[in-house]
Each structure stands twice: as structure tokens, then as C-alpha cells.
């Protein structure tokens, strides 16, 4: 069973920098693309940023020169690096690896 384990979330004011963080237990994650989702309240879970498993990044042209996602293949973990936060990054923050889903974490951005 492959478990994705997501951390970093929390509460952080407009201009604020948060990093998230997952755990991938998958034996193949080297291998395979990864990425960010994110859900806020009343709209549609959204693609964030994603990573291939040569390094290549795709981001949303809302999150764009804000956000960066990485990823160690030695410690199978993705993060998201989110600087200059903006009310409208508040939702729950999800790590993607197909076909499978963390739990999620929340990014509350809010004076």
C-alpha cells in the first residue's frame, strides 16, 4: 500500500512563506511524475505544480515566480516551497502521485 504523508501546513499572513512537504512510500518514486494539488472551499481540486522524475517543473500560471516544487529521490519526499502567499493560495494542499493521494494539509493564509 503506498502512502503519501503530507506536512508544512498551517496559518501564515498575506506575504508569508510556507514549505510543505510529502512522503512517498513508493518503490518506484524515482521513476515517476509527482506533484501539488490544491481544494478551496467551493471550487475544484487544482494542479499546483508538478515535478517528472528528471526534474522537469510545471506550475500554474497563478503560482508562477512564487512557488518552486522539488524533489529527493534519495529521501522520496516532494516539497513545495510557497513565498509571497496571497489569501487566494488558502486551501487544502494535496500530494498527487498517480494514481494515489496524500490526506492532505491545510494552507490558511489570513491577516
Known amino acids: 500500500q503506498v502512502q503519501l504523508v503530507e506536512s508544512g501546513g498551517g496559518l501564515v499572513q498575506p506575504g508569508g512563506s510556507l514549505r510543505l512537504s510529502c512522503a512517498a512510500s513508493?518503490?518506484?518514486?524515482?521513476?515517476?511524475?509527482v506533484g501539488w494539488y490544491r481544494e478551496a472551499p467551493g471550487k475544484q481540486r487544482e494542479m499546483v505544480a508538478n515535478?517528472?522524475?528528471?526534474?522537469?517543473?510545471n506550475y500554474a500560471d497563478s503560482v508562477k515566480g512564487r512557488f518552486t516544487i522539488s524533489r529527493d529521490n534519495a529521501k522520496k519526499t516532494v516539497d513545495l516551497q510557497m513565498n509571497s502567499l496571497k489569501t487566494e493560495d488558502t486551501a487544502v494542499y494535496y500530494c498527487?502521485?498517480?494514481?494515489?493521494w496524500g490526506q492532505g494539509t491545510q494552507v490558511t493564509v489570513s491577516t
Open positions: 498527487h502521485l498517480v494514481p494515489y
Open positions: 513508493h518503490s518506484l518514486f524515482r521513476l515517476l511524475p
Open positions: 515535478i517528472t522524475s528528471g526534474g522537469s517543473t
